[in-house]
């Protein structure tokens, strides 16, 4: 009876599948998948931070630690997995962060993927944490200070016993936290990088600042082998032409990357997101959670920190989308783009009515994400997908982006969002109408 339950789940999917394993910082559509977790069913994940640890932990080779992926039942190449965030929550009690900068000699083309030991050469050298401070990471081959990365201006948080708000702090608040590092970070205990917190930094001290966490990084699995941080069309453009054993031509990114690194803070609970699948399963993955950040990251990073996270998802068969779909909470839409009060509407109505007119377009919100070496690139990326996926031309995206919606900065230099009032009848054209009516209450 056992085998026979065991059999249904693989051919069924599990009502939950439960994560706490993570990758080097590759993902690669031929690496086993957790689950399958049925159509509907849900994700529970315990994440580690993203950025900084992994940037100073030379053996990840991506940049970030993310969560091994999880297969869907019945997703297939071509279809959508739309992903209903049901809670993200902290579990860190402090963090650190900053500007960085990159060491020479101790990395081969690209210091977020193949961190080098400076010394003896090793390429993704294992490393230990020797003290604190920014020459704590050492090659544990020949001890060299091996960390890839080290901080222009950076700053040590701590956090409230409910997650609400922050306060920078000062070295010596700093240096306590950096000497029990893991404990702080609430690193999960099959993380292998090392925590950021080491590096005690205090540039900034006593500034206050409030959290509303949300995932840097979220979607499915790349079609080709690819360093989780370069899933996207800013960091995707290093892949090219790379000493690294990641290289890819600018087609093969196009073609095999799903965006899942937006760094976009409206991926935060109870907003949908629509990713697509690009390799069978479509293999759900998340990680670098942050606790808070201003629209665009422009210092490069922001507060990463280990947390809890709940999904729930959902097959779309057939969408044939190319980069992420967002339906963000009501209150991160952009003004314009706000679903219509009943008052607004009787008004438009009059406005239609003295000049001949009976009939009002019926709109939704929706978001587009565009991704692109830079922010022109990205905008243009964005513009194309919506139109693609709603049957209009680009001058036509561009007037609605423009009078209901707006573009916002999700990652300086190449993440957007596109974002506006479209007409209902093309969402549910599109298979989209549901997630609109949910989210907004509209119809």
Not at 150 to 177: H, M, P
Not at 198 to 214: E, I, K, N, Q, S
Not at 227 to 244: I, K
Request: net charge negative; hydrophobic share 40%.
């Amino acid at each position: 009876m056992a085998v026979q339950d065991e059999s249904r789940m693989a051919i069924e999917g599990h009502e939950t599948v439960f994560v706490n394993t993570f990758t080097n910082g590759t993902l690669s559509p031929n690496r086993p998948m957790l689950g399958p977790v049925r159509d509907g069913g849900h994700i529970l994940v315990n994440t580690t931070p993203g950025c900084w640890g992994p940037m100073i932990t030379p053996a990840i080779r991506g940049g970030h630690e993310v969560t091994q992926p999880v297969a869907v039942t019945d997703a297939d190449v071509g279809d959508g997995i739309a992903i209903r965030i049901k809670d993200i929550s902290i579990t860190s009690v402090a963090t650190a962060s900053g500007v960085d900068q990159w060491m020479d000699g101790r990395f081969l083309g690209d210091p977020y993927v193949a961190g080098q030991c400076p010394e003896c050469g090793t390429l993704y050298p294992e490393t230990e944490i020797k003290g604190i401070g920014q020459d704590a990471i050492r090659c544990v081959k020949c001890g060299a200070d091996a960390t890839p990365f080290t901080f222009v201006n950076a700053y040590t948080v701590g956090f409230d016993d409910n997650r609400s708000v922050g306060v920078t702090l000062n070295q010596d608040a700093a240096e306590k936290i950096a000497r029990d590092a893991h404990r702080y970070a609430a690193l999960p205990e099959n993380s292998a990088q090392n925590p950021i917190l080491t590096f005690a930094p205090h540039d900034l001290v006593g500034l206050v600042t409030r959290l509303r966490p949300f995932m840097g990084q979220i979607g499915t699995t790349p079609s080709a082998d690819m360093p989780d941080s370069h899933n996207a069309g800013d960091f995707g453009s290093f892949l090219v032409g790379a000493p690294h054993e990641y290289a890819l031509s600018a087609e093969e990114v196009q073609q095999h990357k799903t965006d899942g690194h937006m760094d976009i803070d409206a991926v935060r609970a109870g907003a949908i997101l629509i990713c697509p699948v690009k390799v069978s399963g479509g293999g759900v993955y998340l990680g670098d959670m942050h606790a808070l950040q201003g629209d665009g990251e422009i210092a490069g990073h922001t507060c990463d920190v280990s947390g809890t996270v709940t999904l729930q998802v959902h097959v779309l068969k057939d969408l044939g989308i190319d980069g992420p779909i967002i339906f963000p909470v009501e209150g991160d839409l952009p003004f314009l783009a706000r679903p219509l009060s009943s008052e607004e509407r009787e008004r438009a109505h009059a406005v239609a009515r003295s000049w001949g007119m009976e009939e009002l377009e019926e709109t939704a919100p929706i978001s587009f994400v565009g991704t692109g070496p830079d922010l022109n690139s990205a905008t243009d990326n964005g513009l194309q997908r919506a139109a693609e996926v709603l049957a209009m031309t680009v001058p036509e995206v561009r007037n609605r982006a423009t009078i209901t919606g707006a573009i916002e900065i999700g990652r300086h230099p190449g993440v957007v969002q596109v974002t506006f009032r479209a007409p209902l009848d093309r969402l549910e054209s599109a298979g989209l109408l549901s997630f609109a009516r949910d989210q907004y209450g509209i119809g």
